[in-house]
């Protein structure tokens, strides 16, 4: 039998761990010089005016929903083919999450969202799926326009500030991805990147919030606050407060635990450094090799990953299987699995779960996600991914799909 090929390895070796090593001997462990270094170095590779770092991608969705004063009666706006990280956060806040369809590039349908659109709308939160970004001119423009701009109830005080619907990007996969010529990150007026093992760019668990807010905002008022409220609320952090003399400090409101650690800084200093002519160039080759074999094949639909205004970061490679219902899917994957290849689908929609589906969604509310999830199987992709082992995975689907479709 062969080799079993994972899904998703991290990318660690002596760079990594010596960096880490560092880190360990440095005398400062968390939040401190490497974090800060690492929120310079993103807001340069994504061009935006400000980066915070913290634990997770779903910390920063709900810093900047309970930055912005969500509360119960809210609603705000998603695809229902998403993880449930970006619904979830919704829930904590106590408003509605209104779940949309979405067209056939996996992301958020633009006429679905307009027509979801209430006065009771404070957010919309599209994700840019498998690393392809969302239509975010036609997004940021909506927000904008008169007609939709008075349907907006301020709320808050930055309600009142923004006077407008917040977009808020879930961009856990598009670290990299490029529209129009400008990076992901920069495309509306927030954009949260995760760093979880499985992304492409990984600091174990971890995640960042870019920071792109219209005047009057300033950002770098904003990120000084965040920097409090994502730490407790406290009027100083640890490193501060640890030097010689400084260590009185003051509680500003009953903030979060969110922050990111120096340790896991260091292991995204160092993928940072070599991801866009190292990472992204060998997530770009499988992702045609991948197109090369299956095209070849009436069956295959191959995930959009390239037009001329979109580039992705090439997370996942979201193979759809052509006149595929969910049941033949899995028994594909089956096949797939007997050969010992690990593959994945991303993702089951959120009406689907148990959760959501007490709460009274339905999946039949959004057929075109349903359509792409039932046909929808995940390859994988990661940089030590081998062309040899890339072939063995197309042609472990190619045989499967056979076998289980006929010729
Ligand atoms: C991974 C993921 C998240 C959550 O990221 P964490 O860093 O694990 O919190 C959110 N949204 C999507 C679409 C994801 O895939």
């Not at 404070?122 to 939709?148: H, M, Q, R, T, W």
Request: hydrophobic residues 40%; charged residues 20%.
């Amino acid at each position: 039998m062969q080799e079993v090929i994972p899904f998703s390895p991290p990318r660690i070796d002596d760079e990594t761990i010596k960096e880490v090593n560092k880190t360990l001997l440095s005398g400062w462990i968390t939040t401190g010089p490497r974090t800060k270094l690492f929120e310079k170095k993103i807001a340069e590779f994504c061009n935006v005016p400000h980066v915070l770092c913290l634990n997770s991608a779903t910390a920063g969705l709900e810093l900047m929903l309970r930055w912005f004063g969500l509360k119960e009666g809210d609603e705000v706006i998603l695809p229902a083919y998403t993880y449930a990280a970006t619904a979830n956060v919704i829930v904590h806040c106590g408003a509605k999450p209104v779940f949309v369809d979405i067209n056939d590039d996996f992301n958020i349908s633009f006429n679905a969202i307009r027509k979801a659109i209430s006065n009771r709308t404070k957010v919309i939160i599209p994700v840019d799926l498998a690393g392809f970004p969302c239509d975010y001119d036609e997004i940021n423009a909506l927000v904008c326009s008169p007609e939709i701009k008075s349907l907006f109830i301020a709320e808050s005080d930055n309600q009142v500030v923004l006077n407008r619907v917040l977009v808020l990007a879930d961009a856990a996969h598009s670290i990299g991805a490029i529209y129009k010529g400008k990076k992901s990150g920069s495309l509306t007026d927030v954009s949260v990147f995760s760093f979880h093992a499985v992304k492409n760019l990984t600091t174990a668990e971890g995640g960042a919030v870019c920071l792109n807010l219209p005047a009057p905002f300033n950002n770098e008022d904003i990120y000084k606050y965040l920097c409090i409220k994502s730490l407790h609320g406290q009027s100083k952090d640890a490193l501060a407060k640890m030097t010689l003399g400084n260590w009185k400090y003051d509680i500003i409101e009953a903030g979060y635990k969110f922050n990111m650690t120096d340790i896991q800084a260091a292991i995204g200093l160092v993928e940072l450094g070599r991801y866009e002519n190292d990472m992204l160039v060998r997530r770009r080759e499988i992702f045609e090799m991948y197109t090369d074999i299956l095209s070849k094949h009436d069956f295959a639909i191959i995930p959009p990953y390239e037009t001329t205004d979109k580039r992705s970061s090439f997370h996942v490679f979201a193979l759809r299987l052509k006149n595929v219902d969910e049941n033949q899917r899995d028994s594909i994957m089956q096949g797939v699995f007997d050969r010992n290849v690990t593959v994945n689908v991303h993702f089951i929609p959120i009406p689907m779960m148990t959760f959501y589906k007490q709460m009274g969604y339905s999946i039949s509310d959004y057929p075109n996600t349903y359509k792409n999830f039932a046909c929808e199987i995940s390859l994988p992709v990661y940089y030590t991914l081998t062309n040899q082992q890339v072939e063995r995975v197309a042609n472990s689907v190619i045989q499967s799909y056979y076998e289980v479709m006929g010729k």
